[in-house]
T-cell receptor
Framework: EPEVTQTPSHQVTQMGQEVILRCVPI?????FYWYRQILGQKVEFLVS????????KSEIFDDQFSVERPDGSNFTLKIRSTKLEDSAMYFC?????????????FGPGTRLTVT | GQQLNQSPQSMFIQEGEDVSMNCTSS?????WLWYKQDPGEGPVLLIA?????ELTSNGRLTAQFGITRKDSFLNISASIPSDVGIYFC??????????FGKGTRLHILP
């Protein structure tokens, strides 16, 4: 069964450093998303991406964040200058073009620890 | 912004018991979703509801989309150990953004 994959599973970085979190969505999906989940809290929407541009973003997704689809398979989230409060699980999700019902498939997540 | 109030926050039940959890919002949603998250993994979609009043089952799981569009419930019948996890309700208005509840953590006592 096709699945969303994410790398790395765990990233430790120092405050102020740049990080890039990588995702490979399901191959025929065209809608891509990033969410974050601070330990013990709810999953929070960050950004959605379609047709090579951001279609929606939350207030969390400020100028320190950016997303990119550099090739036909990867979808990345970059945090330019990490802060302690960026420590969280980051989930990538994708959905198929004919599912206007928003059946998003989530990856296993990347745990980001900022020290 | 839009928020979902999910209750209870946690539940401790005996294996074999039925479970009920619900979600309410002050805002209307066009779609209600229920996810389960196992430790160390991403949320997995259990049930999606698209119409007010809709009642949908997926095995031992049953969920309903409230008639007011502001609430939904999820029932699990005859719980088993693998039902342990965190259950999230979520709503969307087809603007590409899913709003999640804070989750209900289900514990099953031996």
């Amino acid at each position: 069964e096709p699945e969303v994959t994410q790398t790395p599973s765990h990233q430790v970085t120092q405050m102020g450093q740049e990080v890039i979190l990588r995702c490979v969505p399901i191959s025929n999906h065209l809608y891509f998303y990033w969410y974050r989940q601070i330990l013990g809290q709810k999953v929070e929407f960050l950004v959605s991406f379609y047709n090579n541009e951001i279609s929606e973003k939350s207030e969390i997704f400020d100028d320190q964040f950016s997303v990119e689809r550099p090739d036909g398979s990867n979808f990345t989230l970059k945090i330019r200058s990490t802060k302690l409060e960026d420590s969280a699980m980051y989930f990538c999700a994708s959905s198929a073009p004919d599912t206007a019902d928003y059946e998003q498939y989530f990856g296993p997540g990347t745990r980001l620890t900022v020290t | 912004g839009q928020q979902l109030n999910q209750s209870p926050q946690s539940m401790f039940i005996q294996e074999g018991e039925d479970v009920s959890m619900n979600c309410t919002s002050s805002s209307i949603f066009n779609t209600w979703l229920w996810y389960k998250q196992d430790p160390g993994e991403g949320p997995v979609l259990l049930i999606a509801l698209y119409k007010a009043g809709e009642l949908t089952s997926n095995g031992r799981l049953t969920a309903q989309f409230g008639i007011t569009r502001k609430d939904s419930f999820l029932n699990i019948s005859a719980s088993i150990p693998s039902d342990v996890g965190i259950y999230f309700c979520a709503g969307t208005n087809r603007d590409d953004k899913i709003i999640f509840g804070k989750g209900t953590r289900l514990h099953i006592l031996p």
